[in-house]
């Protein structure tokens, strides 16, 4: 059995590199909307694996959030769980000419941090900061489904791959 103290950063990593992804899962503010984040619009959810230095397990996922600014912000929550892993994540995110920038805050924990990387052409490329950790988030999105993968550096979980659907 892991540590309770590795198991909370594990899921701290996982759930604020996840809450990168954000602008894959918003609602749309307005159908004419034409940022790189009105082309993510609608509801999302999904299921994937964590791969950790102890096994591969199923997680399910599910975001509900609100684009503006003619589809260059985005706000939204989104929440997974596994059988190891559980977190809530609101995020805030803006595109200026392809860069975004933006903040994230895992509520059952309490752990917020940075977002920054690029987005355009239905690809998000990102990290994801805090003082606890770094992860790298590759999203590509292809019509009604969206890959996304979380590399977190230096920590217990390796790799999390999650396929979308828009609902």
Do not use: H
């Not at 595109?95 to 059952?108: C, F, H, M, P, R």
Request: net charge positive.
């Amino acid at each position: 059995m892991r540590p309770v103290l590795e198991v909370i950063r594990s899921v701290a990593l996982a759930g604020a590199a996840a809450g990168l992804t954000l602008p894959l899962w918003a609602a749309p503010s307005q159908a004419q909307s034409k940022g790189a984040f009105a082309e993510y619009a609608g509801a999302w959810s999904g299921s994937g694996r964590v791969e950790s230095a102890s096994g591969t397990e199923s997680i399910r996922c599910r975001a509900q959030g609100q684009v503006g600014e003619g589809g260059t912000s985005v706000t939204q929550r989104l929440v997974c769980a596994s059988a190891s892993y559980q977190f809530n994540i609101d995020c805030r995110a803006t595109d200026k000419s392809g860069q975004v920038s933006g903040s994230w805050n895992e509520t059952t924990r309490g752990i917020s941090g940075s977002l920054s990387g690029t987005v355009g052409s239905g690809r998000l490329q990102a990290v994801v900061n805090s003082p606890l950790f770094t992860a790298n988030v590759s999203i590509v999105s292809r019509g009604k489904t969206q890959e996304v993968v979380i590399a977190p550096q230096n920590n217990d979980v390796r790799q999390v791959s999650v396929r979308l659907t828009r609902s």
